[in-house]
Nanobody, 115 residues
Framework: QVHLVESGGGLVQAGGSLRLSCTASGTSFSFNTMGWFRQAPGKQRELVAYVTSGGIPNHADTLKGRFTISRDNALNTVFLQMNSLKPEDTGVYYC?????????WGQGTQVTVSS
C-alpha cells in the first residue's frame, strides 16, 4: 500500500522560508508526477507545483519565483522550497503522486504564515 508522508510545515513570519518534503513508501514503481496542492480555509484545493519523473517542473503561475519544486527519484521524495512567504500562503499543503492508473495523497501538513 502506498503511503505519502509529508514533513516541514509549521509557523513562519511573512518573508520567511520553509521547505516541505514528501516521501512515498510501499511501492517499487516510479510515479509519473509528484507534486503539491494546497487548501486555504474556505477555499478549494489548488495546484502549487508538480514535477515529472524526468525532473521537469511545473509551477502555478502565481507562485513562480517564490516556490521551487524538486524531486529525488532514488528516494521517491519530492521537495517544495517556499521563499518570501506571505500570509495568503497559509493553508494545508498536500503531497500528490500519480501513476497512469492512480492518484495518491498525503494527509497534509499545515503551513501558517503570520503577518
Amino acid at each position: 500500500q502506498v503511503h505519502l508522508v509529508e514533513s516541514g510545515g509549521g509557523l513562519v513570519q511573512a518573508g520567511g522560508s520553509l521547505r516541505l518534503s514528501c516521501t512515498a513508501s510501499g511501492t517499487s514503481f516510479s510515479f509519473n508526477t509528484m507534486g503539491w496542492f494546497r487548501q486555504a480555509p474556505g477555499k478549494q484545493r489548488e495546484l502549487v507545483a508538480y514535477v515529472t519523473s524526468g525532473g521537469i517542473p511545473n509551477h502555478a503561475d502565481t507562485l513562480k519565483g517564490r516556490f521551487t519544486i524538486s524531486r529525488d527519484n532514488a528516494l521517491n521524495t519530492v521537495f517544495l522550497q517556499m521563499n518570501s512567504l506571505k500570509p495568503e500562503d497559509t493553508g494545508v499543503y498536500y503531497c500528490n503522486a500519480q501513476t497512469n492508473d492512480n492518484a495518491y495523497w498525503g494527509q497534509g501538513t499545515q503551513v501558517t504564515v503570520s503577518s
